[in-house]
């Protein structure tokens, strides 16, 4: 059986194909009789309006671009793979970007083509490299710091990293270490560092900088097991470890078992994120969910309502946190 076509509609409609897309499309200009007669028409025949002609017609391509810096950090990994599902069910196509470099990252924001916007999970970007290039698309920002360029979904890491000091301190912890990321001797900053100290003085605990050791790279497992070592062989005593996400708790247990220092008998050990690899671990980690789904489900909404026309300044919207005890702490 032939597929019925705008035409056919139309003849049976007794108007003009023009007036039949018009109904389709949701635009003004039909009379009521008309579109009731549009309408009966398309459902007698079984008309079914071609998706690509009403992306065309309304200039939208119905795809959105996942910027992502990797996909070897299981955090990335997992939130773009909520992003992709959650603009799946949103009715539109995803393109997966992983900008590796600020140029990329930059580009993949500032210069994005055939996608109707952008959700980015940013590493690199800053309100200052917008000045000379503005984001071509209706853009997003999943987590990271803030660059009040563009709607934020913002990820509870204060209270993430508070609640997990407080409960490190509840089992009677009281050498907290924190494994970081950055510049041996440059002091850390934001949120997560803010959450862990603020719940040490809330609790009378003072701030040891030596506790805290530095890892190159925040984003792999391999940083959290030099840091641990070097931590190890400073000789400082501690008796548990708050890392800046699970990557870098995974290297560091591995450290701390190599050294056959026990977990959580010894040393108490924490991340961030709730990965699934983290779960599986032996022993299990504690850590803090950010609640990811919620958060890709926030950045489709808001992005959706820019498509469609939202004009206002940019908006920010917080996340909650869970902390999730399991056998590491």
């Known amino acids: 059986m032939t597929r019925p076509t705008l035409d056919d509609v139309a003849r049976e409609a007794g108007c003009s194909a023009k007036t039949v897309s018009n109904v389709v499309l949701g635009r003004p200009g039909a009379s009521a009789a008309t579109r009731a007669r549009v309408e009966q028409a398309i459902a007698r025949l ?8 009403r992306q065309l017609a309304s200039g939208r391509t119905g795809r959105i671009a996942v910027v992502v810096p990797d996909l070897h950090q299981p955090y990335f990994a997992e939130t773009a793979e909520r992003l992709i599902l959650e603009i799946e069910r ?3 196509s995803s393109t997966l970007v992983i900008a ?3 140029e990329s990252e930059l580009r993949a924001v500032a210069s994005a083509q055939d996608v109707d916007g952008v959700i980015v999970c940013p590493h690199w970007l800053r309100d200052d490299l917008f000045d000379r290039s503005p984001p071509s698309r209706p853009t997003v920002q999943l987590g990271s710091g803030p660059t009040r360029v ?30 970081w990321t ?3 001797g440059v002091a850390p900053e934001g949120a997560r560092y803010e959450g862990y100290r603020d719940a040490l003085e809330e609790a009378g605990v003072a701030l040891d900088p030596g506790l805290i050791a530095f890892g190159s ?3 792999r497992r391999a940083s959290g097991f030099e840091a641990m070592i070097a931590l190890l062989a ?19 247990m591995r450290a701390l078992r190599m050294r056959g220092v026990r977990v959580p008998g010894d040393v108490a050990v924490t991340g961030f994120d709730d990965t699934v690899e983290g779960a599986h671990l032996v022993p299990s980690l504690t850590s803090v969910s950010p609640r990811t789904g919620e958060m890709a489900a926030t950045a489709v909404r808001l992005l959706r309502e820019r498509v469609e ?4 300044p940019p908006r920010e919207v917080l996340v909650g946190v869970d902390l999730i005890v399991r056998d590491s702490g």
Do not use: K
């Open 234 to 252: 400073s000789g400082r005593r501690f008796d548990a470890v708050l890392c800046v996400n699970d990557a870098m708790a995974i290297g560091a």
């Open 182 to 184: 950055g510049a041996e």
């Open 309 to 312: 026309g939202e004009s206002g």
């Open 90 to 92: 949103a009715g539109m």
């Open 150 to 179: 563009f709607d934020r979904v913002v990820m509870g890491e204060y209270e993430g990293f508070r609640r997990l000091t407080s409960h490190l301190l509840g089992q009677g912890r009281r050498r907290i270490a924190l494994i």
């Open 46 to 53: 079984g008309y079914v309006a071609d998706p690509s002609g």
């Open 217 to 219: 790279d925040w984003d």
């Open 100 to 102: 590796g470099d600020q």
